[in-house]
């Protein structure tokens, strides 16, 4: 790949601590070919955001779990509860797409909430092809999807 597009602030990056990493591929691969979905749990340093650990939800959307996932509401909200006791916050949302490239989709970005980050993580039979960050550009257009390095 070539250098990463459109970076409106050279600030926004995101990291992901190494088990929770771990563990989000592991679930992402075990989900396939399903779309697997949940929290990213950590904190917001400016345009900086670090990711703690991840949590899993449930895929509400069952007729079309191979390209859709709607995260449940109550395991988000629970996530959200578990966040704050450890003083962290959900800080973005993951989800798998299997067989298709780490890159959001239309309907992705119109169901994104803006400074949240979004994972997207690539998996085919053999397993994770690629994870990649977006988020909401915070400029002139914040209707368009910027990719985040993640460091
Ligand atoms: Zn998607």
């Not at 904190?43 to 191979?66: D, F, I, K, L, S």
């Not at 992705?108 to 397993?127: F, L, M, N, P, Q």
Request: with cysteine; glycine share 6%.
């Amino acid at each position: 790949m070539n250098a990463t597009p459109n970076i409106t602030s050279p600030a926004a990056e995101i990291s992901i601590a190494f088990d929770a990493r771990a563990e989000l591929e592991a679930w992402v691969a075990a989900g396939y070919p399903h779309e697997t979905c949940g929290l990213l749990i950590g904190r917001r340093r400016g345009e900086r955001t670090e990711v703690e650990r991840v949590e899993q939800a449930r895929n509400r959307n069952t007729e079309r779990a191979r390209d859709r996932y709607d995260l449940d509401p109550d395991d988000q909200l629970a996530a959200d509860l578990r966040a704050r006791e450890d003083g962290l916050e959900i800080v973005g949302i993951w989800h798998s797409h299997p067989d298709h490239p780490a890159r959001p989709s239309e309907t992705d970005r119109s169901k994104a909430w803006e400074g949240w980050s979004y994972v997207i993580v690539a998996v085919t039979a053999d397993g994770v092809a690629d994870l990649r960050s977006w988020r909401l550009s915070a400029s002139s257009d914040p209707s368009r999807f910027v990719e985040e390095p993640i460091r």
